[in-house]
C-alpha cells in the first residue's frame, strides 16, 4: 500500500469553506493532508481514519508569532500555509462545543477574512484584467496577421477564464459576507 498520494483537485479562493468539507472527508478515510502546492496539487498521507476539522484562514502572510500561539493555545495545529492560505487541523475528539471547531470567534472576524481576499486576490485580478488583459484582446482583435489570429484565440480564452473568476468568486464571496452579517 502506498503511504502517500498526490490529488489534483482546483478551489478558487471563494471555496475555501467546500476545501475544509472535502479534507474532512478525506481524513475520515484515512488520508491527512500533508502539504499543498501551487495551484491545485494535494499531498496527502495514510493515516488511521478519524474525525478532523479542517480550517482555512487567508492572512496573506501578514501573521506574526502572537497569532500561531493562540491557535496552539486553543489546540489547533497549523501544518501548511500556500499562498497567502494558513491550513489549520483539530481532532473532532478535542472539542467540546461546536465554537471548539472553528478558529474564529465571530461573524466579523469572517467577514473582515473575506474583505481581506477581495482586496488582496481579487482586486488585482480586475487590474490585471483592465490593464493587460482586455487592452491586448482589443489590439489583436484589430490585427489582421496570423499570430494576431492565435493571439485573439488565447487572450480570448484568459478573457473567458477571468470572467468566470471574477462571477464565480465575486458572487460566492459575497454570498458569503452576506451570510456573515446576518448572524453576527
Not at 36 to 51: G, I, K, L, N, Q
Not at 59 to 82: I, P, S, V
Amino acid at each position: 500500500m502506498n503511504s502517500q498520494k498526490w490529488i489534483i483537485r482546483f478551489f478558487t479562493v471563494a471555496d475555501y469553506e467546500e476545501e475544509e468539507i472535502w479534507l474532512r472527508k478525506k481524513h475520515k478515510n484515512g488520508w491527512k493532508l500533508v502539504k499543498t502546492f501551487p495551484p491545485c496539487f494535494y499531498v496527502f498521507e495514510s493515516c488511521a481514519p478519524e474525525d478532523v476539522v479542517y480550517r482555512l484562514d487567508y492572512k496573506n502572510n501578514t501573521e506574526n508569532r502572537d497569532y500561531f500561539q493562540l491557535f496552539q493555545d486553543y489546540g489547533w495545529e497549523c501544518f501548511n500555509r500556500c499562498l497567502g492560505w494558513l491550513y489549520f487541523r483539530k481532532p473532532v475528539s478535542e472539542t467540546d462545543t461546536e465554537q471548539d471547531g472553528e478558529i474564529f470567534s465571530d461573524d466579523v472576524s469572517r467577514m473582515n477574512m473575506v474583505d481581506h481576499i477581495v482586496k488582496t486576490r481579487l482586486l488585482p485580478l480586475v487590474v490585471i484584467f483592465f490593464c493587460c488583459v482586455l487592452p491586448n484582446l482589443i489590439r489583436c482583435i484589430n490585427e489582421s496577421d496570423p499570430l494576431a489570429d492565435f493571439l485573439t484565440i488565447v487572450f480570448a480564452l484568459v478573457f473567458l477564464l477571468y470572467l468566470y473568476l471574477f462571477l464565480h468568486c465575486g458572487l460566492k464571496l459575497r454570498k458569503l459576507r452576506k451570510k456573515y452579517s446576518k448572524r453576527a
